[in-house]
């Protein structure tokens, strides 16, 4: 009944935001006498923002249709190159850039959020690189006749993709980027393209505020995971897909739980921000009115993950910590570490990162002891949150000129 109440809710609150959307308008249109008095558009202001809090919000466009290269603008062609069941492979082709620039395939995280949160990630690197990037699917919009998809199933897609992007660079190394979430799978399937002497192993691999050991320096998501057994995820927070998708029946934990979930850990400053947006309406301030507002589309834009990839990445990654205990398997195989010999790792971490604690990424450097140290880095962002460190001026001015470097220096 979970979901079905949510669609119940969703359908109110939807006319709730048409309606305010309306009357906002209404009481600022030049041919209302209210939009003169100070109370017009005070109140104008106040729907508007309520308006957009209560909107449904779709999966949105990467929209990047150029980047600027030695200051000079280039289109940029995204295309899909790959189509799987529960996520494709997207291109972003550089028109007039050189022919040898290096493959990226930046692995999204698979935690609520469409890929489009990295937007600015793939926009920054398009800068030094041909960019790959994992497009997850809604899992609701996926038909039961797909299958299941779980964490093995995860690993199995980004071998494909590593081998697909191989192909497509003409044999040349290629180089791989998680952000969050994703930076175990990633981890394991550079493990396993190690191991096998894979053509498509990485020549970096870059890790970004991962959960690789949730030992250190454990966060508030941390201890949530740990203070609870398995079965009281399957219980609470799994809920079944209603009859109006096409994954109808399907098991799932629904985006909007885990939009939940990261609005209530910083309530008053989601409240806080908001509040700013009213005030910027108010005194006619819409640039910053906007700017705010295109965050929130993008960061109340959910989709459901499916239930057995939810619950085995809770378990394995943060209640049994089988990673860094050299215990995960994929499938029946143990996923060996220290086969990483030919994959330089990069890891960083943003200093006031409450979602992935400091340590918890840096551990995968200690967990490749066959690895030189010639090919492990560590950067700490300072001053920078988890989304900080793949997003906005610290991304762009701090952190990205150190993958770039990194990709440089391990390019042949």
């Known amino acids: 009944m979970l979901y079905h109440a949510y669609e119940i809710q969703r359908s109110w609150m939807n006319s709730a935001s048409t309606l305010a959307s309306i009357s906002a308008g209404m009481l600022s249109s030049p041919a209302s ?4 008095l100070g109370i017009g558009p005070m109140a104008a202001s106040a729907l508007d923002v309520f308006a957009h809090a209560t909107a449904h919000y779709g999966k949105p466009e990467f929209g990047i249709d150029s980047v600027e290269i030695d200051g000079t603008a280039h289109e940029v062609v995204q295309s899909t190159v790959l189509k799987r069941p529960f996520g494709d492979l997207l291109r972003f082709r550089v028109e007039g850039a050189p022919a040898d620039r290096p493959r990226l395939l930046i692995v999204a995280p698979m935690s ?3 890929a489009t949160l990295l ?4 926009e920054r690197m398009l800068e030094s690189a041909e960019v790959f990037i ?6 609701k919009m996926v038909p039961q006749s797909a299958g299941k998809f779980d964490l093995d199933d995860y690993i199995d897609y980004l071998m494909e993709f590593a081998e697909h992007v191989h192909g497509e660079a003409g044999g040349a190394r290629i180089h791989m980027m998680a952000v969050c979430q994703p930076s175990v799978p990633a981890f394991a399937a550079t493990a396993l393209l190690n191991l096998h002497k ?4 990485p020549a970096t691999l870059t890790m970004m505020g991962g959960p690789i050991d949730t030992r250190e320096c454990p966060t508030v998501v941390n201890n949530m995971a740990m203070q609870r057994p398995i079965e009281w995820f399957r219980q609470s927070v799994i809920a079944t897909v209603p009859m109006k998708y096409p994954g ?4 799932v934990y629904p985006g909007f739980m885990q939009l939940s979930a ?4 910083n309530l008053s400053s989601h409240m806080m921000s908001h509040y700013e947006m009213f005030k910027h309406l108010t005194i006619g301030d819409e640039a910053s009115a906007q700017a705010t507002k295109t965050f929130y589309d993008e960061y109340r834009a959910v989709c459901d993950m499916t239930a057995e990839f939810y619950l085995q990445t809770v378990e394995e990654v943060f209640q049994k910590h089988s990673i860094p205990k050299g215990e995960f398997r994929h499938k029946s195989e143990i996923v060996d570490l220290t086969a990483i010999t030919d994959t330089a790792l990069l890891a960083i ?3 006031r990162d409450d979602i992935s604690g400091l340590g918890q990424t840096r551990a995968a450097l200690k967990l490749t002891p066959n690895l030189p140290e010639a090919k492990k880095r560590y950067y700490m962002a300072e001053g920078a949150g988890h989304y900080g460190i793949f997003n906005g001026s610290r991304w762009r001015t701090k952190v990205a000129p150190q993958v770039e470097e990194w990709i440089a220096a391990h390019a042949s």
């Open 112 to 114: 609520g959020h469409y």
């Open 33 to 36: 006498p209210l939009s003169y």
């Open 262 to 265: 990261f609005m209530s850990m």
């Open 119 to 122: 937007r600015g990630t793939v």
């Open 134 to 139: 994992t497009d997850w699917a809604d899992a």
């Open 198 to 201: 894979s053509p498509a192993t």
């Open 248 to 251: 109808s029946g399907r098991r």
């Open 349 to 351: 971490e943003g200093e």
